[in-house]
RNA sequence: GGAGAGGUGGCAGAGUGGUCGAAUGUACCUGACUCGAAAUCAGGCGUACGUGCGAGCGUACCGAGGGUUCGAAUCCCUCCCUCUCCGCCA
């Protein structure tokens, strides 16, 4: 969420800002219900202050024992008045809340100008492909043989769903189990444990709500009918980890937060038919391990560029060649002032393809959760959020399977994930 | 699922219709005393929003949402959460 002060005070420039992020704010509708706001809050609040104080009068009237009729009869005619003026305050209110729900955040300046993901810059390229001296298959056809079985997910839950199997199942596990090593034993994040369902009150917190309901999965208790409250299953661990903040103030000292989970994600991908059908690189579930960071608003971009940084050694360590691109204006996420992306060479696709998302949310996330800390000056002060995959465990494995796929079908094991297989290093039929 | 007890400021804990944004204790901050500290004494110390250049002023908030009333932390209704015991359960 926007600040409602920068709307107030400057905005043209904030709707050009915008308008590099394909978002168009109708700035004259704004200016009219701000203007009606201010008029109708005013008139609330001086009724409120009128009928408290002669509430006031009557009470020590009473106690005197004198005649309060007189008071009674003044106060009475208020009522009518002081209701509608409630009414309409609340309902433009309304208004300007769900539009300040539904404005996405300002880029920083930082980042290009672009329309959409053909303008992302690519900032480095780190590992050089392998040269194969065989016709490369992608991870479907080397994951089948050893334990990737697209038909029984299909069978169970429908299309995008997979089931692992034998030492594929271990691979995924023993990448996520690797990442989660590295980022907490490593790079100093705390291992969190999460829930995977989660109210509306999170969601609106870090921005799914109220616009990106349909990307959602619900879920309904069983019960009574009127129990049956509507629920999500989470899309990233971002909205659980960075939602432990909401409503607190922070202590200074307390910063930086650096926060980690592995947890399954859930996405409808409604809109996304007939993208990346084949294979694991679109899942409606699939697991990831999430970093989050609180940080004071001065560290965040330094903290953004370490961040990616994290990501990047778990790529490193795993050795797949990867680059990092900086997304333009157009292409970024709803609630990011600034996204580094990592991309994984895939030999199979002969391109990168991304594999981690890195934001800055600044404010955007904390204001709406109100999620803040006490500064050097005893000042409340919003916190900056930023979450990052670290990575992202389905497309991993589908970046090992592809990266160290053997012309006999087989899998070489990356080294740093040889301790989880008993020290083995191949995997086959 | 059954029975009961609760949810008030950072924490503890008063407060059953008006002088309550809220006693008191504790924690914390500032000052005094002290060589320094402890103890003691004095003062300060919630959040959000509105308004004003500003000191300030105003409004709202006692789990959440409704209701009664001139007036609600306090009365009524609905919901949520926590705790204890029993049952079931990984």
Redesign the pocket.
């Known amino acids: 969420m926007l600040d ?2 920068l709307l107030r005070s400057d905005i043209d420039a904030i709707a050009s800002r915008l308008a590099s992020r394909g978002y168009t704010l109708d700035t004259c509708t704004f200016n009219q219900l701000e203007a009606e706001r ?1 008029a109708l ?2 008139r ?3 009724l ?2 009128k ?6 009068q ?3 009237a ?2 005197k024992g004198e005649d309060v009729s007189a008071i ?1 009869a003044e ?2 005619s ?2 009518d008045e002081l209701k509608a003026a409630e009414q309409g305050f609340e309902a433009v209110q309304a208004r300007l809340d769900d539009w300040l729900l539904s404005m996405p955040n300002l880029a920083h300046e930082s980042v290009p100008l672009g329309g959409n993901e053909n303008d992302n810059v690519e900032v480095r390229r780190v590992g050089t492909p392998r040269q194969f001296d065989f016709t490369v298959k992608d991870h479907v056809d080397i994951g089948t043989p050893l334990g990737l079985d697209f038909d029984t997910g299909a069978k169970l839950s429908g299309a995008r769903f997979s089931v692992l199997k034998g030492d594929i199942a271990r691979l995924h596990r023993a990448l996520a189990q690797f990442m989660l090593n590295t980022h907490t034993g490593e790079h100093g994040y705390i291992e969190h444990y999460t829930p995977y369902i989660v109210n509306d009150t999170p969601l609106f917190g870090t921005g799914q709500l109220p616009k990106f309901a349909d990307d959602m999965f619900k879920v309904l208790k069983g ?1 009574d009918e009127e ?1 049956r ?1 509507e629920q999500y299953l989470i899309s990233t661990s971002e909205i659980t980890l960075t939602n432990t903040v909401s409503n607190s ?1 922070l202590k200074a000292e307390e910063l930086p937060l650096k926060l980690t989970a592995h947890s399954p994600c859930f996405r409808s991908e409604a809109g996304s038919y007939g993208r990346d059908t084949r294979g694991m690189i679109r899942q409606h579930q699939f697991d990831k391990v999430e970093m989050v960071r609180i940080e004071k608003p001065e560290h965040s971009y330094a903290a953004l560029e370490e961040m990616v940084g994290h990501a990047e050694n778990i790529l490193k360590a795993l050795e797949l060649p990867y680059r990092v691109i900086t997304l333009c204006t157009g292409d970024m996420g709803f609630g990011a002032a600034k996204t580094y992306d990592l991309e994984v060479w895939l030999p199979a696709q002969n391109t990168y393809r991304e594999i981690s998302s890195c934001s800055n949310c600044e404010a955007f996330q904390a204001r709406r959760m ?1 999620a ?1 800390f ?1 500064d050097e000056n005893g000042k ?1 002060q919003l916190v900056h959020t930023l979450n990052g995959s670290g990575l992202a465990v389905g497309r991993a494995l589908v970046a090992v399977l592809e990266n160290y796929q053997n012309a006999d079908g087989s899998v070489t094991i990356p080294t740093v994930l040889r301790p989880y297989f008993g020290g083995r290093d191949k995997i086959s039929r």
């Not at 009928?51 to 006031?56: C, G, L, P, Q, V």
């Open positions: 409602i002060n201010k809050q005013t609330m609040q001086d409120q202050a009928r408290n104080a002669s509430s006031k009557i009470g020590e009473k106690r009674m106060v009475a208020l009522g019960g129990d409250v103030i109100l803040r006490k409340n």
